[in-house]
């Protein structure tokens, strides 16, 4: 029986994803601004503006213009499926991911954001960013499978092999009145029969 005492519970660490991502945003929010100060400055603010509008409406184009290659990518995968062929194998680095995120990117107010989308417009940069991202991702899910998740269901996969799940309910056999009369059929319950 539990006192109802409090459990001590270990200290779980911070990850620095979780630590350093909002002073990264924080800083990049103050530079984008800091910087369409000094253009501000500079050429006036008709012209950051005009900047600002013109990265909108490219980022937008850039979107659409992805989502419509995915779109289609999608359609030709149904109708292969459909007909019973294969899907083509699509060469890399012509994924619309990179390509989104590039729009993306163009569409949010900044400068810095417009400089680094139409940099992963730029056909090598975006392959090097995919293979990138792919390396990052394979380390990942290595790492993810040596952890406790995936020992979890190793273990659960060797007590029921075949994935099974079998109604029934739970018999305690630490209640008073079983105790004090084991010969009693009152707590008694027979086994579930297949």
């Not at 989502?67 to 019973?84: D, H, I, P, T, V």
């Not at 960013?129 to 269901?153: K, M, N, P, Q, Y």
Request: hydrophobic share 45%; glycine share 10%; net charge positive.
């Amino acid at each position: 029986m539990t006192t109802g005492a409090p459990t001590p519970t270990a200290h779980r660490r911070r990850s620095p994803a979780r630590t350093f991502l909002p002073l990264a945003v924080a800083a990049w929010v103050i530079l984008e601004i800091w910087l369409l100060g000094l253009v501000a400055d500079a050429a006036g603010g008709l012209t950051v503006a005009a900047l600002i509008a013109g990265g909108i409406v490219l980022g937008a184009v850039v979107i659409k213009r992805a989502g419509r290659r995915a779109f289609k990518n999608l359609s030709e995968s149904f109708q292969q499926a459909q007909q019973g062929q294969p899907p083509t194998a699509r060469p890399t680095g012509t994924g619309n991911a990179l390509t989104m995120l590039a729009g993306l990117l163009l569409i949010l107010p900044g400068l810095l954001s417009d400089v680094v989308g139409l940099l992963c417009l730029i056909p090598p940069v975006r392959a090097w960013i995919g293979r990138r991202a792919g390396r990052l991702l394979e380390r990942r899910v290595a790492a993810a499978r040596s952890g406790s998740l995936a020992d979890a269901f190793q273990q659960a996969r060797i007590h029921q092999p075949d994935g099974k799940v079998v109604q029934g309910e739970v018999i305690r056999d630490d209640r008073p009145e079983s105790r004090d009369r084991p010969d009693s059929d009152a707590g008694y319950r027979p086994p579930l029969a297949p």
